[in-house]
């Protein structure tokens, strides 16, 4: 089932679906997160390159997070879910440190478990 939720993420992430939505929802098992990418990008003016790491400066599209970053660990590259609690919460317990406005760092506020 995460296998199929990763491939049907990856395939609507790379048609340039959510290109314009400024909501973007990841259905994973611990509960969906809601993440605001236009908020991130223009209203904050995080880098692209600071979340899509493996883009070239100037990029606007190339490999996503589930190209490499499968459910579970492969060799050096780590996994989906620790890929994207090391950028997202990695970036929001940064900002903290740093007495800068945060986003949520525990479990609950950003993953909604379905009623």
């Known amino acids: 089932m995460v296998i199929l939720a990763v491939f049907l993420l990856s395939v609507l992430m790379v048609s340039?679906?959510?290109?314009?939505?400024?909501?973007?929802?990841?259905?994973v098992p611990y509960g969906k997160v809601k993440f605001?990418?236009?908020?991130?990008?223009?209203t904050l003016k995080i880098d692209c390159l600071k979340c899509h790491h493996t883009w070239k400066k100037g990029e606007t599209t190339g490999k996503l997070c589930v190209d490499c970053h499968k459910a579970k660990a492969e060799g050096k590259t780590i996994s989906a879910k620790d890929a994207f609690h090391k950028?997202?919460?990695?970036?929001?317990?940064?900002?903290?440190?740093?007495?800068?406005?945060?986003?949520?760092?525990?479990?609950?506020?950003?993953?909604?478990?379905?009623?």
């Not at 950028?87 to 800068?100: F, I, M, N, Q, R």
């Open 16 to 27: 340039g679906v959510w290109a314009a939505k400024d909501e973007i929802t990841f259905d």
């Open 36 to 42: 605001t990418h236009k908020k991130h990008a223009e």
């Open 87 to 115: 950028d997202c919460k990695g970036c929001h317990d940064e900002a903290k440190k740093a007495s800068k406005p945060a986003g949520p760092t525990g479990c609950t506020q950003c993953h909604v478990k379905a009623k």
